[in-house]
């Protein structure tokens, strides 16, 4: 059992809407997976991981959801990594 202490950075998570419910129109990868929404702020209770919490936001907004992750990082990739683009920063060395 792991408890996270209020005060702490989270990041919870909601389904928006399950497949079925989705907009029309969508491709049939899209149609079949449901609408998520992630959002880290600050938990307003104790709690374990994989609870129903409700956090606030750096901007004040309440939001709820399951629990995921304490101390969340920020992780962004757009693109998959060209190798040579990692011999060029690194000089020719690799």
């Known amino acids: 059992m792991c408890i996270v202490a209020k005060g702490t950075w989270v990041e919870v998570e909601r389904v928006l809407s399950r ?20 959002v880290s702020g600050f938990l307003l209770e104790d709690a374990e991981l994989g609870q129903h ?8 907004n309440e939001h709820a959801g399951k629990l995921r992750i304490e101390n969340p ?14 011999r060029a920063s690194a000089g020719g060395a690799a």
């Open 53 to 60: 919490v409700r956090i606030r936001t750096i901007i004040g």
């Open 19 to 38: 497949p079925g419910e989705r907009v029309p129109g969508l491709p049939r990868d899209g149609a079949r997976t449901p609408q998520v929404v992630r």
């Open 73 to 86: 990082g920020y992780g962004h990739s757009f693109v998959n990594t060209f190798p040579e683009l990692l």
